[in-house]
């Protein structure tokens, strides 16, 4: 057999492609370690981002049972035709008709009706918890939103927040200087000289007013004079309450009052309205005896939310 002959300077055909394929398997290990560590580097940089803050949670997360949460002297105050009513049916009038709602947890309600020889009075409480599906936005700032809709609807316009007005910079003045002689001449930031002789203008010295800075003439309409009952905002009621008053006309000759006091307490809505309605020549309802009794309740309703 006869034996292949050894040159000097040459590699052998299986090196060359053993040492190939040891390069190829480098380099994909290479290019895998490249790859994981490109991959480490986002996932680090996910876990390290800071997340969005959570709003806080509303203050309640119940409510009370409406029809029971007004007094029944408070009831037969307000609904003055129970008087005349036997005790079974005083019973079942006091007693209110819960309203239909698919969470008593988000919101309850309770109306009582009585009639009266001239008229009727109905009493209606509307009690709603708020509550926010978006984790950036409180319950309380979600209630609040619910209120301002409310308020806008009886005719109450919500305060503007009046924005900081902007102080334009001071420019530097050069000093002043002027001479103490009489009937000298004095020297102005802007470098004009000024007699200070100069006589004072008419205004100063008793001359005539000039136009337009006068008291407003005679014909000027005045603002229309208010009686305090008009729909307004209320004080030291929840953190922010309303009262409206509403008067129309309900069939025939008769006439209808409605005032509604709405109150929030941080998550928490109660909307408290009364109406009474006369008939034939009886005169209207009178605006501020439903206003008080209407506050009342509404005070008394705030204190349940507090105990």
């Known amino acids: 057999m006869q034996r292949k002959r050894y040159s000097p300077g040459r590699v052998p055909g299986t090196l060359l492609g053993l040492g190939a394929g040891l390069a190829v398997v480098a380099g994909a290990l290479t290019g895998c370690s490249a790859a994981d560590t490109a991959e480490d580097v986002t996932v680090d940089a996910k876990a390290g981002a800071a997340a969005a803050p959570v709003a806080p949670p509303g203050r309640y997360r119940t409510l009370f ?71 950036t936005v409180s319950d309380a700032a979600r209630a609040q939103e619910v209120y301002t809709r409310k308020q806008l609807a009886a005719g109450i316009a919500v305060p503007e927040t009046p924005a900081p007005t902007p102080t334009a910079p001071t420019a530097p003045t050069a000093p002043t200087t002027a001479a103490t002689a009489s009937g000298a001449t004095k020297v102005s930031a802007t470098g004009a000289a000024t007699p200070t002789g100069t006589p004072s203008s008419p205004t100063a010295s008793g001359g005539a007013t000039p ?97």
């Not at 035709?81 to 239909?100: K, N, P, Q, S, Y």
């Not at 409480?125 to 509550?131: A, F, G, M, P, T």
């Open 65 to 135: 049972e409406p029809c029971g949460a007004v007094p029944q002297a408070t009831l037969r105050d307000l609904l003055p035709g129970t008087a005349a009513l036997t005790d079974v049916e005083r019973a079942a009038v006091l007693r209110g008709t819960a309203a239909v709602t698919y969470d008593t947890d988000r919101r309850v309600g309770c109306a009582w009706t009585a009639d009266s020889g001239n008229g009727t009075h109905r009493l209606v409480l509307d009690v709603e918890r708020v509550v926010s599906y978006d984790p």
């Open 211 to 307: 136009p337009g800075t006068g008291a407003p003439s005679a014909g000027t309409p005045s603002a229309p004079a208010t009686t305090g009952l008009e729909p307004r905002l209320l004080g030291g009621l929840g953190d922010i309450a309303f009262v409206g008053d509403a008067l129309g006309t309900t069939g025939g000759s008769g006439t209808q009052r409605v005032v509604s006091v709405v109150f929030r307490t941080s998550n928490v809505i109660v909307t408290v309205e009364y109406r009474q309605r006369t008939t034939g020549a009886a005169a209207a309802p009178d605006s501020k005896e439903l206003q008080d009794r209407a506050q009342n309740l509404a005070r008394l309703l705030a204190d349940r939310l507090e105990e």
